[in-house]
């Protein structure tokens, strides 16, 4: 994520009526605007791997995954991201056209330059959903996932997982070997 040079701060508004227009996407935060820079192919192969798994599950349950290009309104003022990939079950959700609302879940593919970024800023924002029941990131270097699902008022569970550890996604009754997403991916290897 780049921060864009600003002669001043965009209103939601003004954000959502200029992004429509760009040939990229952007994030919003607070009245700034982020280009959001492409990803490694181990990043991109690792989203798409969770996808292809998650895609009949959860057809059978009325609900759909969407990968990078779907926006989420994390705060309707301040605050709209592009995840690597989401899971919602709302029925308003499943019809719109603009942004998801109510997502159940939330996965972001960690990378240098963007672990700060999604543990602790979005996180700070993606909590505050209601809706949200769990947030995943996946590291793309190393086969090691960090799991955070919604406890009781603010508290949030935290569960670590590493290789052949079985990652259990509770918000959507799933479960599979770590290794399975992490398939065919180039990790980079320590010299």
């Known amino acids: 994520m780049i921060a864009i040079p600003q002669p001043s701060l965009m209103t939601v508004e003004e954000y959502l009526d200029w992004e429509a227009r760009q040939d990229m996407r952007y994030e919003y935060i607070e009245g700034e605007i982020f280009a959001m820079t492409g990803g490694s192919i181990p990043h991109n192969d690792l989203a798409l791997n969770l996808y292809r798994n998650l895609y009949s599950h959860l057809q059978s ?24 990939l989401l899971v919602t079950c709302d029925a308003d959700d499943l019809k719109s ?27 700070i924002y993606y909590r505050k959903m209601d809706s949200l029941q769990e947030y995943l990131l996946i590291d793309s270097e190393k086969i090691t996932m960090e799991l955070y699902r919604r406890g009781e008022g603010k508290m949030w569970y935290y569960y670590p997982y590493s290789e052949k550890d079985i990652v259990s996604l509770a918000s959507i009754n799933f479960e599979f070997p770590i290794e399975l997403i992490y398939e065919n991916v180039n990790l980079e290897t320590e010299k």
């Open 61 to 84: 349950r009325g609900c759909k995954a969407n990968v990078s290009d779907v926006k989420v309104q994390a705060d309707a003022k301040s605050a709209y991201f592009y995840p690597d």
């Open 97 to 123: 056209r603009k942004f998801i609302q109510k997502p159940t879940l939330i996965v972001e593919v960690l990378s240098p330059s963007t672990s700060y970024q999604d543990h602790d800023k979005k996180f």
